[in-house]
RNA sequence: CGGGAUGUAGCUCAGCCUGGUAGAGCACUACGUUCGGGACGUAGGAGUCGGAGGUUCAAAUCCUCUCAUCCCGACCA
């Protein structure tokens, strides 16, 4: 391409819309237009990056041996009432009718339109197992569209459905998914860790999620340093009970004034004792009515993902109003405990495990020091209730806990019966019966990948992409083309050899200062740079310089064409 | 959907408090100079001041309503 002949500019100034870094370069660099909240338009700089990601994604998906399908965005709304899913879905679905009043839906995914696809086209058990794929525009009208193209209402998915006779083959073809993931976004240059997840409203069994590491990430992970590689979503890891027996008591309880003393750090400052000595006390609406109460170490975070599968606790988990907890304690919060409490009662592991610790006394301005479990109080149910936290040990067995933040990009699930059932997907067995096939489902967001790439690969002066998903493999930077004929001579010979060859080549043919088209080359975050110029042709040596070298090298004139061939990376 | 903020030229923003002829920088057009790290000069085009209503002799500015966008809480690829 040449860039003399492409309309989109780069902007200096950060449009202010933008938050974090991959939407300010995506918008700097005009590789996406906004249209509206969470709507995009992908120029065609930007589209040549997101085509390659596709690419990659398309090719390891054939690999692995799932067909592509293309199935509609706009469903009818009988296969989501059929699912159960048209009144679960909320106002995330975009819904809408046509002329004749009927209903539908633009597809947020794709579970039921593929299930329906199966049901009809799968009728033996020699079929089995399938899986189907797509590259496909989805619709969800998030509550807060944000962060540019990484969470977007309108956005490219790639979604892929398998089909299985029984559990076994089910995990065979998760494992060939899970395979082909770790495939991808190592050939997309990305830095990702596969991590176990919860499978959330989609439901289903086994899940992991393929977690791009930036700091910028929505979501935090738990990352084992040691040799188990053990990684899971922080909403997910288990807290291990500590090994540590509990320490026994030294002293006697205590009630304490605390006047205005209302949260965990200013108690402790108040008491002068560390926050890891205190017991903190949350109340939460119980699923029969009424309150139920969690106790963690003052230090931890409750952990709402856990707490809310404990029998007798609502879910989804919320927060017991003002007024229950009167009801239940006859005292505000910020000054509860665990002590004569009258509702049911957990407690986490860590908290179980202090001795003379400090909590509220269900007594306004007051809280209790030195409380012993058992002696003060019933030893109440142990349980794991708390988000994991930095140095805690592996839950894979080795090594501690580093708190990391992951961008998703791609999920895959063990779905199990869950569609097929209520939609009645069938396969005849050998015997001639019926079986209710097994689903696995495999999710990857195509557009989020192309702002993880950039948030994970930038620097000061723009993207720096990997170089399989770069918009070009190669900037030719000509300066002073419009003087020198040789100059412009030797770019137009270059750019026509390597563009036979095949390699992604933009040629910088506008009439803008040397500066300018440095700038804009770094901004845009092609991989490798070659000038053109009178003093390189003159001395035999053109100078090239990689994205991510902080220098130039000289490389012979006639070696360039070679070793820009030789860069273009193979699929 | 709650809470907070912002809407003025394509972009970044000033002007609003204290009402009186709509501004700057970037970008764009023309010409000249310049030409290895986002040049400079001259001239120019470009805005129903988000929209509607009100107050006033007079509204970008004050008031009311409305729409949109962004940020903090909720979901997920």
Request: net charge negative; proline share 6%; charged share 25%.
């Amino acid at each position: 391409m040449r860039w003399s002949r492409y309309p989109i500019n780069t902007v200096k100034e950060t449009p202010s819309e933008a938050e974090v870094i991959s939407h300010q370069l995506m918008l700097r660099a005009g590789l996406i237009r906004r249209l509206a909240a969470g709507i995009y338009t992908w120029t065609p700089f930007g589209l040549r990056a997101l085509r390659k990601v596709e690419q990659i994604i398309r090719e390891e998906m054939d690999r692995a041996g799932a067909l592509e399908v293309l199935m509609p965005a706009v469903q009818p709304a009988e296969l989501w009432q059929e699912s159960g899913r048209w009144e679960q879905y909320g106002p995330e679905l975009l819904r809408l009718k046509d002329r004749h009043q009927r209903d539908f839906v633009i597809g947020p995914t794709h579970e039921e339109v593929i299930t329906d696809l199966a049901r009809r086209e799968l009728k033996s058990y020699r079929q089995l197992p399938v899986n189907f794929y797509q590259i496909q525009l989805k619709f969800r009208d998030e509550i807060r569209p944000r962060f540019g193209v990484m969470r977007g209402r309108e956005f490219i998915m790639k979604d892929a459905y398998s089909f299985h006779l029984d559990q076994a083959s089910l995990q065979e073809g998760y494992d060939l998914m899970r395979d082909a993931y770790v495939r991808m976004f190592t050939r997309m240059g990305l830095e990702f860790r596969p991590v176990k997840a919860d499978t959330g409203s989609i439901g289903g069994t086994a899940s992991e999620e393929f977690q791009v590491l930036a700091d910028s990430g929505e979501d935090a992970i738990a990352v084992s340093d040691g040799a188990d590689q053990y990684a899971a979503n922080l909403e997910l890891a288990p807290a291990l009970p500590p090994s540590d027996r509990r320490p026994t008591a030294t002293s006697s309880m205590q009630k304490v004034a605390t006047p205005g003393q209302k949260t965990i750090e200013d108690v402790a400052a108040f008491l002068k004792v560390p926050t890891q000595r205190t017991v903190k006390l949350l109340m939460v609406e119980g699923s029969e009515g009424g309150v139920v109460a969690l106790a963690i170490r003052g230090d931890h975070e409750l952990n709402a993902i856990k707490a809310q599968k404990l029998p007798g606790v609502a879910s989804p988990l919320r927060m017991a109003s003002r007024e229950a907890v009167l009801a239940t304690t006859g005292c505000e919060p910020g000054f509860l405990g665990p002590v004569d409490l009258k509702c049911p009662l957990y407690a986490d592991h860590a908290a179980l495990a202090l001795a003379d610790f400090v909590c509220g006394a269900n007594e306004v301005d007051h809280h209790l020091t030195s409380v012993n479990w058992g002696r003060d109080l019933p030893e109440p149910t142990a349980t794991d209730l708390r988000n994991v936290a930095e140095g805690d040990p592996s839950p894979g067995g080795s090594g501690q806990l580093r708190i990391r933040r992951g961008i998703e990009v791609g999920h895959i699930f063990q779905l199990g019966r869950k569609y097929s059932e209520a939609m009645q997907a069938t396969v005849l067995d050998e015997a001639g019966k019926p079986i209710v096939m097994f689903m696995g489902c495999y999710g990857i967001g195509v557009t989020r990948i192309v702002a993880a790439a950039i948030e994970q690969n930038h620097d000061a002066a723009g993207i720096i992409w990997p170089e399989p998903i770069a918009p070009f493999t190669v900037v030719l930077v000509p300066l002073n083309a419009n003087k020198s004929e040789k100059v412009r001579a030797l770019s137009e010979q270059l750019y026509a050899t390597l563009q036979q060859a095949g390699v992604d080549v933009l040629l910088d043919d506008r009439d803008a200062r040397p500066g300018v088209k440095f700038a804009d080359a770094e901004l845009m975050g092609i991989p490798h740079r070659l000038v053109i110029s009178d003093r390189g042709i003159d001395s035999g040596n053109l100078e090239y310089r990689h994205r991510r070298a902080s220098a130039n090298e000289e490389w012979p004139a006639d070696e360039v064409v070679n070793r820009l061939i030789a860069a273009h990376p193979k699929a």
